[in-house]
Structures are given as structure tokens and as C-alpha cells.
């Protein structure tokens, strides 16, 4: 089957070359029998908006948007969907009528996510959230769509943490990081969307012991797979989520635009992803 203008998308950030994206996409392109490309794309800050503007004369119908550009996209954007708007970024575009349109789709990538790995998490209600950079807003966004009435921001600076309540408005509150174990008490959910457990960071200091039994723990980080954060919910009993289903799902929506066809996230992609993180430890 002839490639043709339709089926070419891409990934764009600065640097690249660390990018999951081409993995999965290209695994579903095969899968499916789709002819297509997907690819890697290094936009250094100062050319990233010449770039944007030029994507509907550019052939492709679409792609990702990673690191540092997510707030680029979503000003650039002539349309916005919801999540986008909500969160005030944007990893993922698209063209309709020549226009430029703009989605975020970490917030679907983190709710399925927990629902295929955390069966009941949506009754906890309660969600207590460590971290107020891009990714927290993406989850509060998903929390308060989830029916969350009760989101705890926990962060090292206050004052970013009350930026973010204040976005979302009712029933989000800000916390510094000392009150955390406190917090935790009657948490139903516990969420890490800060760095710390991650690979070469240092380890988050939250004793799970204070959360209630039954509670979900999980981590955007994926590596490593198994964070301590996650190691120690496991070793309490608690239902444990890492980050790379977060990764996987938010892929979804994007490639079904570009491609035409509803892909899955399956074990048999997660172990080549799994397998890939693995060689390049």
C-alpha cells in the first residue's frame, strides 16, 4: 500500500531522541497493517513556533508534542479541546480544515490507565496529589472529571501549588510539603507527579504506612518501572499503578486521529516497551 500525506505523523520536543513514541506508534502501525510513518523530531525553543505554523502545508497529519513545547502548542493552536484549555497544554495535534487543533491527552492517559490496573479506584473520592508542575494539572483535570471532590496539592513551594488550586477552583486545596503524611490519613488515592523516585532523583520520603487501607498508590514515573514509592505500597498491601500505562494510553486518542483505527494497549506492547527501557538502563 503507497504511503500517502494522511498517514505521516511525528513527535516533537528538545531533545528527542529519548522518546518512547516512535515504539509505540510504529508497533500499532504494524500491528494494524497500517501504512504509515511515525517520527522523531528535534525543534530547539527558538524554532519550535515556525515549526507549528508550518505544520498544515507540512504533509503530516499530525503528531505529538513533548517537552519543552507542550505550552507552545496549546498558544499556537487555533482550536483547543477541553482538556487542553483546562490544563494549558498540549501534547497532541491535529489538522481539520487546515486549521490547527490542539488536544492534551495525559489526562485520558492516567484515568485509563488506573482503570484497567486499579478496578474501584474512581470511589475513593479523596485523591492526595505530590507535585504541582504540568503533569499535576493534567491529573487534577482528570481527578475533578473523574468526580474527585477532594484534591490535596502537596508541594515543596506553596505558592505553585496555590496557582494550581486556584486554576481548578472548588474543592482543590494547597498544602506545603510538611503536611503530606497528615493529609495522607484518609486518602483513597495517592498520585507522585513529582520527579522524586525517579531514576538518578532522589527518593520520595512519604511514609505509605499513614495511608488507609485499601488506598491506590501511583506514580507518573516509568523509570524505573518500579519506583520506591510503589515498592513500598506493594510491601503494605496497597494497589500499586506505575507510569508507563499513563504513556501507553495517552498514545490512543492521537493515533486513532491520524491513522483512522482505534488501537489497544495490550500486554504484548507493554513488555516491548518494558523491553526497551531495560536495554537502555
Not at 8 to 17: E, L, T, W
Request: hydrophobic fraction near 45%; charge should be negative; glycine fraction near 12%.
Amino acid at each position: 500500500m503507497a504511503e500517502t500525506a494522511g498517514n505521516r505523523a511525528f513527535v516533537v520536543g528538545h531533545p528527542i531522541a529519548h522518546s518512547r513514541s516512535p515504539l509505540i506508534h510504529g508497533y500499532w502501525l504494524e500491528t494494524l497493517g497500517i501504512a504509515g510513518s511515525y517520527e522523531r523530531i528535534d525543534v530547539p525553543p527558538a524554532a519550535i513556533d515556525a515549526f507549528l505554523r508550518g505544520l498544515p502545508k507540512s504533509g503530516f497529519a499530525g503528531g505529538n508534542v513533548t517537552i519543552p513545547h507542550k505550552e507552545a502548542a496549546h498558544r499556537l493552536a487555533d482550536r483547543l479541546d477541553p482538556a487542553a484549555e483546562a490544563i494549558g497544554a498540549a501534547n497532541t495535534l491535529w489538522l481539520e480544515e487546515g486549521l490547527l487543533c490542539a488536544g492534551n491527552t495525559d489526562a485520558h492517559g492516567f484515568t485509563a490507565n488506573l482503570d484497567q490496573e486499579a478496578h474501584g479506584w474512581r470511589q475513593a473520592r479523596t485523591a492526595l496529589v505530590l507535585g504541582a508542575g504540568g503533569a499535576a494539572r493534567a491529573v487534577v483535570f482528570a481527578l475533578k472529571e473523574a468526580g474527585f471532590g477532594d484534591i490535596r496539592l502537596v508541594n515543596r513551594t506553596l505558592a505553585r501549588a496555590q496557582e494550581l488550586a486556584d486554576r481548578f477552583g472548588s474543592g482543590v486545596s494547597a498544602h506545603g510539603w510538611e503536611a503530606a503524611g497528615e493529609l495522607a490519613a484518609d486518602a483513597g488515592l495517592l498520585v507522585n507527579t513529582s520527579s522524586l523516585g525517579m531514576a538518578g532523583k532522589e527518593a520520595l520520603s512519604l511514609d505509605v504506612s499513614r495511608l488507609p487501607d485499601g488506598a491506590v498508590v501511583t506514580d507518573i514515573v516509568y523509570v524505573p518501572l518500579e519506583t520506591p514509592l510503589l515498592a513500598a505500597a506493594r510491601r503494605r498491601g496497597l494497589v500499586a499503578v506505575d507510569g508507563l500505562g499513563m504513556l501507553l494510553h495517552q498514545a490512543v486518542p492521537g493515533f486513532e486521529r491520524w491513522f483512522g483505527a482505534r488501537p489497544e494497549v495490550t500486554p504484548a506492547l507493554r513488555a516491548k516497551i518494558v523491553a526497551d527501557l531495560e536495554k537502555h538502563r
